[in-house]
T-cell receptor, first 119, second 111 residues
Framework: ETGVTQTPRHLVMGMTNKKSLKCEQH?????MYWYKQSAKKPLELMFVYSLEERVENNSVPSRFSPECPNSSHLFLHLHTLQPEDSALYLC??????????????????FGPGTRLTVL | TQLLEQSPQFLSIQEGENLTVYCNSSSVFSSLQWYRQEPGEGPVLLVT?????EVKKLKRLTFQFGDARKDSSLHITAAQTGDTGLYLCAGVTSGTYKYIFGTGTRLKVLA
């Protein structure tokens, strides 16, 4: 496997279910990200992990819970979601982290996404 | 709130035509990336521009970073159906180190 992989590619869940999205990067990068992409909205950054530490959480509801056990894996645990949470969830990685102490540019490499539908 | 506005929002053209997509902000960016996203896939990085006034070419695609590093453009020459997709600009604002994405331009090239 190369690049950034995400599983599952499609997920349908009820509002009372608990599920997890998985992301794996094979690029040796130091930072990983979760984004939400909805129709008619710009990509929304949800969480950032740099060297396995969460460095950013953009006011995401607690029904989304990220986990980064090591620099290659990132999970997004989902529970009691709402229909408005239906979207494409994208994972990305970048060579550098995003703290104020890192260099300026930050190219990101994306996985194919998980299309989530909440019924 | 920093914002990256892209225009046009939607564009439908015939194969062989030329087009330009714009990415504008009131903030200064230390660097800027362009991505293309095809349906059902994640965005794929096309280019990074760093220096004000910089021009980069990728086959039929020409990218320019504004002199003041607040705007960028993407010009496609002789568009092909394979150019169809969502084009996104993104960058890190100077000072805040926040990485933000533009509003996107959805391009459809018709055969």
């Amino acid at each position: 496997e190369t690049g950034v992989t995400q599983t599952p590619r499609h997920l349908v869940m009820g509002m009372t279910n608990k599920k997890s999205l998985k992301c794996e990067q094979h690029l040796g990068h130091n930072a990983m990200y979760w984004y939400k992409q909805s129709a008619k909205k710009p990509l929304e950054l949800m969480f950032v992990y740099s060297l396995e530490e969460r460095v950013e959480n953009n006011s995401v509801p607690s029904r989304f819970s990220p986990e980064c056990p090591n620099s290659s894996h990132l999970f997004l645990h989902l529970h009691t979601l709402q229909p408005e949470d239906s979207a494409l969830y994208l994972c990305a990685s970048s060579p550098r982290g995003t703290s104020a102490y890192t260099t300026s540019y930050n190219e990101q490499f994306f996985g194919p996404g998980t299309r989530l539908t909440v019924l | 709130t920093q914002l990256l506005e892209q225009s046009p929002q939607f564009l439908s053209i015939q194969e062989g035509e030329n087009l330009t997509v714009y990415c504008n902000s009131s903030s200064v960016f230390s660097s800027l990336q362009w991505y293309r996203q095809e349906p059902g896939e994640g965005p794929v990085l096309l280019v990074t521009v760093v220096t004000g006034g910089e021009v980069k070419k990728l086959k039929r695609l020409t990218f320019q970073f504004g002199d003041a590093r607040k705007d960028s453009s993407l010009h496609i020459t002789a568009a092909q159906t394979g150019d169809t997709g969502l084009y996104l600009c993104a960058g890190v604002t100077s000072g805040t180190y926040k990485y933000i994405f533009g509003t996107g331009t959805r391009l459809k090239v018709l055969a």
